[in-house]
């Protein structure tokens, strides 16, 4: 086939050009592929680091609690109950975080409430993800009936107390932490919904869905392969939201009995125990509570991160 | 400079620079311009070259960072540049500028009733009773041609069509008696037919307000009918200006004559060249910049402009170029910028008579159910009534009409993605709805209007492009990309866009793209829904060019949906011409052109602005806008607009009559006297 002539607007002055002056140079003038691309942004967004290494920490302490905890988060001494942390009066080296009101040891608390927090945080954001962004690819594109039958689930849903539905869920299979997650997950897809269902339905208006169509795609691949990738963006920034919502929800849970069983330490179910004695004793919600913060913003800044870093355009 | 004669507007060494994350973006470098009264300076230009920044200059309306210096902005003989952001907003913006936007859709609000939005221009400063304002609104509906203007003043904004919000925007801007109107792009978003009789209607009361007027458009066609002088504006600096007779007939700016090559011939007869093209867009001046800003397109180019800013010749008092080599008329063959395929005239295999037919569409209706309001009952919205089309194969097929006629639902059934109610379509004499989603789509495919919502902004150019061959499972990933690159290199995308996602590209060049994944599958068939009317002038012509190269190639058959006749000229081999959901004249295209029997596509291409200096605006002669298309007139539909209508016209439904090789559906059919 003979060369075109057409080759309009091949010189100069192109964006493209002028963003990545090495690209024609590596990759066989192909340009930097989309993966190296994401590494070269990710080398360079401070916040995308910060949030991973905090959550790497986290995930960290959590796995090796059993080596860095100086005590058996179970073991009871009420001899020593209410023990401040150390650097307030009265506390010792020996439980660095103080104790709580049954004498167990806060420190070690803290580090395997770390693996419940995680598990419950991520967990219950993954099941409520699904649950809501496939209602909502459905919603969306289908529209008419389809539409209409999960609008009147999530008005239902919306209608119904939460508390009531936890309480009878909890009631019937009885209280652990995977009923825990599966429980928090089921009610915390609203938002993937509205926003995977608003987004969708600009979307399947646009003229690459109908491309897609015309390619002969089937209405699956159309909704995960073209939809999807354009609603990313929204749930990752809702995902984060929800990871620290859910484990506020546990702390909630808890807190009515409903949540984390007694004995396994949760930094949810720490504050609710803390509660009680906050004006005396801040410190038994105020270390939880600085742990669960941390670990909330570092996830916003992971999931801001990983936006920013897989954008199409180039928005630093 | 001109001290004797009265001055409307004078702009001297104006610049807009605006700080970005990546530099200094020059929008504006150093512009002067002068406007008497009564006079319309036509300012054209690629998107990007800093028209609209300039109107905005003025006004100082820019955004907030951006940093305005002149040595002098004087209206009349207000200096705006020591006036204050309170003077600017009491006395000049919408009192002594008045300023029309391109989108008639967006620029009214749709809360708030037409009359209310007048009235507030002219009350709003306090000045003027509510009783007086609103006896001015009627007065300026009536003048810009809106019938029963009182009861207009209580209607919104959504119960108006395109081209009567535009009219009201009009008046609106004429509210405060402006001595200076702005309008930019007024007509783009408007059909060509409403986009002549706005152009008059702007004309027209600028003669008798004794208003200067600055229009802004991409469109040489229009500033050569309105214009008295035209500013060729490229990379935010005036490169060429003049009267608009001088400058259309006599350029001197290498960019200038690109622009005049790129646009389609609309005189009669053959068409004897491909198009001209610019090739590249227009650079973003950021940071520093040497040399002309055109070197890098021109085909003019020597050492010394990449190095100096060429120098403003002067040719006489007011015409003017920036440029070093400015070549007169009599070098125009060497000077017009064209691939270097120009020599060659096309030679346009197109079909034959006899050609074989490779999509028919045969006795075709759909019907839309459209209901008011939530308990309305639903009435039915015939886009498609009983349409009968041939598509040849090897052939271009122009479908030509206005906006609502019917002929993007047509060819979404062509697609086979529409339902139809009743007839039937076949590809190559089968059913197109028998056939299987993936058949279909190995024979034909579309290509859209809107290149920055055709392609997936989340995929790769090679992921798009590639796409189709995933889907049906054809060859392995190495054969892909082997046959991914072929098609960037046919389409003549850069091989370093490879990896890029769409929103890196131009305009142009996702056009591109879209057409590459359209024809990686080698389909028979391409229907094209206004593929180049979102594209600048000079894109237009590379786009149009690279689809005929295609065709020759790959042997394609196009449907070609346009609204724009002169591009249906340099394109098309036959002409459907739809009104109302119905195919109202078809015929091979110099029938059709030369001599049209349907009164109404004579009125399309009455409408045709082609580049005729002083050569007025035309009067289409159709009578009001396209009507609602829930109330189908009785007889022929066209009857309303149609200047021969009598009264067999309002009773009879014409039928389709052959006259000559041509169809027409018209009971007053012109016969063989020529348009």
Not at chain 1, 162 to 176: C, K, N, R, T
Request: hydrophobic share 45%; aromatic share 6%; glycine share 8%.
């Amino acid at each position: 086939m003979k060369p075109m002539t057409a080759t309009g607007e091949l010189a100069q002055s192109d964006r493209t050009a002028a963003v990545d002056p090495a690209a024609v140079t590596e990759d066989g003038g192909h340009g930097l592929s989309p993966a190296s691309i994401a590494r070269r942004r990710a080398r360079s967004h401070t916040g995308l680091q910060i949030g991973c290494f905090i959550i790497l920490a986290i995930a960290i302490i959590a796995l090796l609690a059993p080596w860095l905890s100086p005590f058996d988060p179970y073991a009871q001494n009420l001899a020593e109950r209410l023990l401040p942390p150390v650097w307030v009066n009265g506390g010792n080296w020996t439980h660095l975080l103080g104790t709580d009101h049954l004498g167990r040891d806060y420190l070690s608390r803290l580090l395997y409430g770390a693996r419940v927090s995680l598990g419950i945080g991520f967990g219950a954001a993954s099941i409520g993800c699904v649950i809501g962004v496939a209602l909502g690819l459905l919603a969306g594109y289908f529209g008419g009936r389809i539409d209409q039958v999960i609008n009147f689930v999530l008005n239902c849903k919306l209608a119904m107390p939460h508390l009531l539905l936890i309480m009878a869920l909890v009631f019937v299979l009885g209280p652990s932490v995977t009923v825990v997650v599966v429980v928090i997950g089921m009610t915390h897809w609203t938002f993937y919904l509205l926003v995977t269902r608003a987004t969708t339905l600009q979307l399947r208006e646009l003229d690459f869905v109908a491309a897609a169509r015309a390619i002969g795609c089937s209405r699956l691949q159309i909704m995960l392969r073209e939809i999807l990738p354009n609603v990313a963006n929204q749930i990752i920034v809702i995902f984060t939201l929800e990871v620290g919502n859910a484990m506020l929800s546990e702390a909630a849970l808890s807190f009515l009995g409903l949540g984390v069983p007694a004995p396994i330490p949760s930094w949810g179910l720490m504050i609710a125990e803390g509660k009680a004695a906050m004006f005396f004793r801040p410190w038994l919600v105020v270390i939880p509570g600085i742990a669960l913060f941390v670990l909330v913003i570092a996830i916003n800044l992971l999931g801001d991160g990983i936006r920013d870093v897989t954008a199409p355009d180039r928005r630093t | 400079m001109n001290g004797g004669t009265a001055q409307a507007l004078r702009v001297s060494g104006l610049s807009v620079s605006i700080p970005l994350a990546s530099g200094t973006l020059q929008a504006v470098r150093n512009i002067n311009l002068v406007l008497r009264p009564g006079q319309t300076l036509g300012v054209v230009g690629e998107s990007g070259s800093g028209k609209s920044i300039t109107a905005l200059a003025i006004m100082k309306l820019l955004p907030p960072a951006a940093r305005r210096s002149a040595g002098a902005i004087r209206l009349g003989s207000t200096d705006l540049m020591a006036a204050d952001e309170r003077e600017l907003a009491m006395a000049v913006r919408g009192k002594r500028i008045g300023m029309i936007f391109q989108e008639p859709m967006t620029s009214l609000n749709p809360v708030y009733t037409i009359g209310r939005q007048l009235i507030e221009t002219m009350t709003l400063r306090g000045e003027v009773s509510a009783t007086a304002a609103e006896a001015r609104a009627v007065f300026l509906l009536e003048k810009v041609g809106l019938p029963d203007p009182r009861s207009r003043l209580g209607q919104y904004p959504h119960q108006l069509s395109g081209g009567q919000r535009q009219r009201v925007m009009i008046a609106m801007a004429l509210m405060n008696e402006p001595e200076l109107l702005i309008a930019d792009e007024p007509t783009t978003a408007l059909d060509v037919t409403i986009q002549a009789q706005i152009l008059r209607l702007l004309a027209d009361l600028q003669r008798e307000f004794g208003m200067s007027m600055i229009l802004i458009t991409h469109d040489l066609g229009v500033v050569a009918r309105v214009a008295d002088r035209v500013a060729v504006m490229y990379a935010g600096e005036i490169v060429e200006t003049g009267t608009v007779a001088e400058v259309l007939s006599d350029p001197r700016h290498p960019y200038t004559r690109g622009l005049l090559a790129c646009v389609p011939d609309t005189g009669n007869g053959e068409n004897p060249r491909r198009l001209g093209s610019i090739p590249g867009i227009v650079p973003s001046m950021i940071g520093d910049t040497t040399g002309c800003a055109f070197a890098s397109r021109c085909p003019r180019v020597v050492a010394r402009c990449r190095v100096a800013h060429p120098p403003r010749r002067d040719l006489g008092p007011e015409r003017s170029f920036l440029c070093f080599d400015p070549r007169t008329t009599d070098a125009n063959a060497s000077a017009v910028i064209t691939d270097n395929e120009t020599a060659v005239p096309r030679i346009a295999p197109g079909a034959t008579a006899a050609a074989d037919t490779i999509l028919a569409v045969r006795d075709v209706s759909c019907t839309f159910r459209v209901r008011r309001g939530f308990f309305g009952r639903p009435r039915p919205l015939r886009a498609v009534d009983h349409v009968d089309l041939d598509v040849r194969r090897g052939e271009v097929l122009a479908l030509v009409g206005e906006s609502g006629c019917g002929k993007t639902t047509l060819s979404r059934i062509m697609l086979g993605s529409q339902r139809i109610d009743s007839g039937d379509v076949m590809l190559d004499g089968t059913l197109l709805s028998a056939l299987p989603d993936k058949q279909r789509a190995r024979r034909i495919q579309p290509i859209f209007q809107d290149p920055y919502s055709s392609l997936n902004p989340r995929r790769t150019i090679s992921e798009i492009i590639a796409q189709p061959l995933r889907v049906h499972g054809i060859g392995d990933a190495a054969s892909r990309l082997a046959q991914t690159e072929r098609m960037m290199d046919l389409v003549g995308l850069p091989r370093r866009l490879f990896h890029s996602y769409p929103s890196q590209l131009s305009g142009g060049q996702r056009q591109r793209a879209a057409i590459a994944r359209a024809i990686i599958m080698a389909p028979d068939l391409l229907i094209c829904d206004e593929p180049t009317s979102a594209l600048d002038v000079s894109v237009q012509s590379q786009i149009l060019n690279l689809l005929l190269d295609l065709r020759d190639e790959l042997h394609l058959t196009y449907l070609f949906i346009t609204h724009n006749l002169s591009i249906v000229r340099y394109l098309a081999d036959r002409i459907a011409v739809m009104y109302f959901g119905q195919i109202v004249e078809l015929g091979d295209k110099h029938a059709v052109l030369e001599n049209p029997r349907h009164p109404y596509t004579r009125a399309l291409l009455k409408s045709i602005l082609s580049i005729t200096p002083g050569a007025g605006i035309p009067d289409a002669g159709l009578g009001a806008d396209f009507p609602n298309p829930l109330d189908v007139p009785r007889g022929c539909r066209f009857h309303p607009r149609c200047p021969l209508a009598d009264d067999r016209c309002r009773n009879e439904v014409p039928q389709p009559v052959w006259l000559g090789g041509a169809m027409a559906r018209c009971l007053q059919a012109y016969g063989d006297e020529k348009c």
